[in-house]
């Protein structure tokens, strides 16, 4: 059964008197100092010297190396890219992890593929926002909450857990409910959205934009009809705000029926088989390896791949829908 944790589960006492390092001053990082000092907590922010960090101290906080911080924080929230996390951590963090202090995480990528493994006699927490940062700071701003993931890698201290719920309290992920999750559960379903669900999502519009030009249709109607109008954007918050279904009620009686008399056809049965490949390479290891190898060769797939994506005539014609739209 799912575990779901509110305010009432967390309490902040326990962050009382100590010290929460903030490392990167970036999407989260700018989020999570805001909302933990105004939860009553004391901040600082290691980082290197450049804009984001001058932003930090402009708002105020308190800002040294990554090292120094390291040093100071007795929770110690790693939220640069996941892809320096790695030599960051070890060169900069290890050193300054002491018996009883905790390593947070935002995503659970490199310690779920072992890239990062903190000694034992230290906690490893997570917590994912399912929201990005500017989201995470404006409904705390709101007095709202922002869905997240919480999780317990590795419980050093013994109070790993209500230390977590503390912190998960302090950002306001605990006012709506917080689900308890893993490291593993996190990085996979993140994955499998990024492997699956998107590409799916871009490989219809933008093959439905092919095929419909193709056939003579205007760009500028097509494009606006899949996504340049936004119709697309509110059905999908339609979706998270009342359902998947019942959203439905805001479209036609012909909508609805064309919706769900297609819905079964619309892509054929083997797709089935692209979810389960897709989440095969996940749960192996091989898509974390591969990803490992591209950056270490200075991402030439990458690179390669982006530049056909923007070459896309498609990326032109959006700008002339965006003119028509007023934009
Ligand atoms: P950003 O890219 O927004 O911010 C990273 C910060 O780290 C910036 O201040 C950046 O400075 C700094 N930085 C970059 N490289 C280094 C380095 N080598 N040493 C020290 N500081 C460095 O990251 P995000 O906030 O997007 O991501 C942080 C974590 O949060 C990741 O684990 C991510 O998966 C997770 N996450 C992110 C979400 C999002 O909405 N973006 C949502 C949920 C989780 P500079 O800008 O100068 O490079």
Redesign the pocket.
């Known amino acids: 059964m799912t575990t779901i944790y509110y305010d009432k589960d967390a309490d902040l006492r326990l962050l009382k008197g100590k010290t929460v390092a903030i490392?990167?001053?970036?999407?989260?990082?700018r989020a999570h100092a805001l909302n933990l000092r105004d939860s009553g907590i004391d901040v600082v922010v290691?980082?290197?010297p450049?804009?984001?960090?001058d932003q930090a101290q402009q708002d105020g906080f308190e800002t040294m190396s990554?090292a120094e911080a390291a040093a100071q924080g007795d929770v110690i929230c790693?939220?640069?890219?996941?892809e320096?996390?790695q030599?960051?951590y070890r060169e900069e963090i290890l050193p300054h992890l002491r018996p009883g202090k905790a390593v947070d995480?935002?995503?659970g990528?490199n310690v779920h593929y072992g890239l990062i493994t903190p000694p034992p006699n230290t906690d490893v927490i997570m917590i994912?926002?399912?929201?990005?940062?500017v989201g995470v700071r404006d409904a705390y701003v709101a007095g709202k909450g922002v869905p997240a993931f919480v999780a317990v890698h590795q419980d050093g201290s013994g109070q790993a857990w209500p230390k977590t719920l503390a912190l998960a309290r302090a950002l306001g992920c605990t006012r709506n409910g917080a689900i308890e999750s893993t490291f593993a559960e996190e990085t996979e379903l993140d994955h499998f959205s990024e492997h699956f669900v998107w590409p799916a999502v871009f490989r219809v519009l933008v093959g439905s934009y092919e095929f419909l030009t193709a056939r003579g249709y205007q760009p500028e109607a097509v494009l606006m009809e899949l996504w340049g109008s936004k119709e697309a954007a509110e059905v999908l918050a339609q979706m998270a705000d009342v359902g998947i279904f019942r959203q439905m009620d805001f479209h036609s009686p012909t909508s609805q029926y064309g919706t769900l008399t297609h819905m079964d056809s619309a892509l054929p049965p083997e797709t089935r088989l692209c979810m389960e490949a897709a989440l095969e390479e996940i749960k192996d290891g091989s898509f974390a390896r591969e990803w490992e190898l591209e950056q270490a060769a200075g991402y030439p797939v990458f690179t390669k791949l982006k530049q056909a994506a923007f070459a896309h005539p498609l990326n032109e014609m959006e700008e002339e829908v965006r003119k028509l739209a007023g934009e």
């Open positions: 490392i990167g001053y970036g999407n989260q990082g290691g980082g290197v450049d804009a984001t960090l990554v790693l939220l640069i890219p996941d320096v996390q030599l960051v995480f935002a995503h990528y994912a926002p399912r929201m990005i940062g």
